[in-house]
C-alpha cells in the first residue's frame, strides 16, 4: 500500500504542545510533504510545506511562529511540532506528500499540490 499514516493528535490545554508524526510507507525523502488543517464548515487550510529539491519551509502567516515543520528521512517520516496552542487550533490535521519539483513555497500550501494523504488527526484545545 502507498500510504501516509499519521499519529500524535490528541486533546490538549490551551498553552500545551503536540508533535504529529506522519510516516510513508515509501521513501519520504523524494517527496514534498505538507500540513494541512480543516475545521468543521471550513475550507482545508495549508499551513506548512517543506520543499524537497531545496528544503525550503513555509508557514501561513496566521500562525504567528507556533508551528515548525521537519522530516527524518531515515524514519520516512514528517513531523508538525506545535506550541502554544489555543482553542482556534482545533481542527482535523492532514500530512501529505507530493512528488513534483520546482514549485512554488506558496503552490505547495495548496492541495492540488499533493498526491497521498493521510487519514486525519484530531487536534482538539480545550479553552
Known amino acids: 500500500q502507498v500510504q501516509l499514516v499519521e499519529s500524535g493528535g490528541g486533546l490538549v490545554q490551551t498553552g500545551g504542545s503536540l508533535m504529529l508524526s506522519c510516516t510513508a510507507s515509501?521513501?519520504?525523502?523524494?517527496?514534498?510533504i505538507g500540513w494541512f488543517r480543516q475545521a468543521p464548515g471550513k475550507e482545508r487550510e495549508g499551513i506548512s510545506s517543506l520543499r524537497n529539491r531545496d528544503g525550503h519551509t513555509y508557514y501561513a502567516s496566521s500562525l504567528e511562529g507556533r508551528f515548525k515543520i521537519s522530516r527524518d528521512n531515515a524514519k520516512n517520516t514528517a513531523y508538525l511540532r506545535m506550541t502554544d496552542l489555543n482553542v482556534e487550533d482545533t481542527a482535523v490535521y492532514f500530512c501529505a506528500a507530493g512528488d513534483g519539483n520546482a514549485f512554488a513555497a506558496s503552490y505547495l500550501l495548496t492541495p492540488q499540490a499533493y498526491d497521498f494523504w493521510g487519514q486525519g488527526s484530531q487536534v482538539t484545545v480545550s479553552s
Open positions: 515509501f521513501p519520504l525523502e523524494h517527496y514534498n
